[in-house]
């Protein structure tokens, strides 16, 4: 009997349930909102510098110097504050080698540096010992200037420091 009332109960909840609309017709639209204020827009400005003269890209003594000229120019502003990506293309390769980094089949490192005059490509062994080979022949040489959205700079002692001023450095960091 207590079996027989158990079951007369769960359908008749089931029934219950089942029976019920669960929501209502839709309501009319609502009016619209005030327009909010606009975000900060993202950064458009990145550059791609790609180089494919077999001139520029030869190697002389496991070095690459790329002197800065009309054409190709990292400005100081992306140097110091922004971002340089570099990347090579090595011929019968279709691989892009980011720099620093190791080479064609990781048989050489490549490493870079730049200032205010040209771009540095060094190729060495994988132990960072001068490379004693002959350097693959770079097909294009990519770089990826990023300038900043913004620059925050954090300092010690409340001190902005000009990295560019030898004379302030060392004064800061008490070298003198």
Do not use: H
């Not at 359908?11 to 609309?21: D, K, V, W, Y």
């Not at 929501?23 to 005030?34: D, F, H, M």
């Not at 003269?53 to 070095?63: C, F, G, I």
């Amino acid at each position: 009997m207590k079996r027989l009332l158990l079951i007369s109960f769960i359908a008749m909840l089931f029934i219950g349930i089942s029976g019920c609309e669960k929501e209502g017709p839709r309501g009319p639209r609502g009016p619209a909102g005030a327009d909010g204020i606009d975000g900060v827009d993202g950064n458009a400005n990145v550059t791609t510098i790609l180089i494919t003269d077999q001139t520029k890209l030869a190697w002389v003594s496991n070095y690459i110097q790329l002197w800065y000229d009309s054409v190709f120019y990292i400005p100081n502003s992306i140097r110091t504050e922004g971002l340089v990506l570099v990347y090579m293309n090595f011929q019968g390769s279709s691989l892009w080698y980011p720099v620093p980094g190791w080479g064609l089949n990781a048989l050489t490192a490549l490493r870079y540096s730049m200032n205010d005059q040209r771009v540095a490509l060094n190729i060495m062994n994988p132990d960072g010992s001068n490379f004693t080979g002959t350097p693959p022949v770079i097909d294009i040489l990519r770089f990826v200037l990023v300038p900043p959205s913004s620059v925050n700079l954090i300092s010690r002692k409340g001190i902005t420091l000009d990295y560019s001023d030898c004379e302030a450095v060392l004064e800061y960091f008490g070298l003198e």
